[in-house]
């Protein structure tokens, strides 16, 4: 039951900061000032350096993308990059919805089409 609180919990940090980074310039709607950037770096250690300082997991990897690069990625504990399997959880499912709405926003997906229209064997 724990896990699942902390998997949903990380789910809505990795939501909540994908949305604000997807949002494209530092300015909201409607404002002709800029908007406050967020500081990605103290975000990830303020919530993850505490899960892993306190054990409750064994370690964590964070990656937030601008558009189509990195504009932050950092990793939390001990850490083989080489040789670590992640499992990706449910976080997979909002990265996977996201995707898709970037393909219906550019015309490349129909949501109300078959979708055996887009599947290959």
């Known amino acids: 039951m724990r896990r699942q609180r902390t998997a949903r919990t990380i789910v809505r940090y990795f939501i909540a900061i ?3 980074i997807a949002g494209g ?3 909201a709607a ?3 000032k800029p908007t406050r950037s967020i500081d990605l770096s103290k975000l990830a250690d303020d ?4 899960l892993v300082t306190n054990k409750r ?3 964590a990897a964070v990656i937030v993308t601008d558009k189509e690069r990195p504009a932050f990625s950092k990793v939390y504990g001990p850490i083989d990059l080489e040789r670590s399997v992640w499992k990706a959880a449910s976080v997979s499912k909002a990265v996977t919805a996201i995707a898709v709405m970037r393909l219906v926003e550019q015309g ?3 949501l109300d089409a078959d979708v055996n229209r887009y599947l290959r064997t």
């Open 18 to 20: 994908v949305f604000s």
């Open 25 to 27: 310039p530092s300015r």
């Open 30 to 32: 409607g404002q002709d």
């Open 47 to 50: 919530y993850f350096g505490p």
């Open 57 to 59: 997991v064994t370690a």
């Open 108 to 110: 490349k997906v129909n």
